[in-house]
């Protein structure tokens, strides 16, 4: 099992770009979660998938975020226009009963 | 509601030397217990957990124990090594949360730095 792919693992970009990070969740996990890590807020739930349906999505800061989960195999967090408040790295979880597994990130920087 | 509170870090010990990391909870019910450790540029990994009262999860080295009495899930190691410095997140699932899906609470996550 190749664990949680997220793509890409770095991304620099300029304010005012769109940004598209990628997750693909563990086959058979049927819960998907994005998070966000900054040193000042620690780490933030931004939206989380139970079949592919969102749940919750009380932790996406502001409309500029959206989150898909068009299969149970692919997810999109989309930044649209990016901020440099923005800057951050963004993790994506899947489970089955209880235990997360993590992918490795996505660093985003807008300069 | 649910949440998890940890010491505040970063705890720094010299190599050898014991560690105790706190934890409690708030949390109706009978949550399950986690502590997830981060190493530097990496998602978080489990690294233990337990399921019920007197539980002890162990792996690595560390250990902690489900206290219900108290609420706590203490992260302890009897000699840490530079190897171990990371951050570590406690956190519960609830499970009168599971109706929708199994989510997390975790902890702010405590930096730790083990030194020669």
């Known amino acids: 099992d190749a664990g949680v792919i997220q793509s890409p693992r770095h991304e620099v970009t300029e304010m005012g770009q769109e940004v598209t990070l990628r997750c693909k969740p563990i086959?058979?996990?049927?819960?998907l979660f994005w998070y966000r890590q900054t040193m000042m807020r620690g780490l933030e739930l931004l939206i989380y998938?139970?079949?592919?349906?969102?749940?919750?999505d009380s932790g996406m800061p502001e409309d500029r975020f959206s989150a898909k989960m068009p299969n149970a195999s692919f997810s999109t967090l989309k930044i649209q226009p990016s901020e440099p408040r923005d800057s951050a790295v963004y993790f994506c979880?899947?489970?089955?009963?209880?235990?997360?597994?993590f992918g490795s990130g996505t660093r985003l920087t807008v300069v | 509601g649910n949440s998890v509170t940890q010491m505040e870090g970063p705890v720094t010990l010299s190599e050898e030397a014991f560690l105790t990391i706190n934890c409690t909870y708030t949390?109706?019910?009978?949550?399950?217990l986690f502590w997830y450790v981060q190493y530097p540029g990496e998602g978080l990994q489990l690294l233990l957990k337990?399921?019920?009262?007197?539980d002890k999860g162990s792996n690595k080295g560390f250990e902690a124990t489900y206290r219900k009495e108290t609420t706590s899930f203490h992260l302890e190691k009897g000699s840490v090594q530079v190897s171990d410095s990371a951050v570590y997140f406690c956190?519960?699932?609830?499970?009168?949360?599971?109706?929708?899906?199994?989510?997390?609470?975790f902890g702010t996550g405590t930096r730790l730095q083990v030194t020669l």
């Open positions: 979880a899947s489970s089955l009963i209880g235990g997360y597994t």
């Open positions: 086959s058979g996990h049927n819960s």
């Open positions: 998938f139970n079949n592919n349906v969102p749940i919750d």
């Open positions: 949390a109706t019910g009978y949550p399950s």
């Open positions: 337990a399921t019920k009262a007197d």
């Open positions: 956190a519960l699932l609830n499970p009168l949360n599971t109706g929708t899906a199994s989510k997390l609470t």
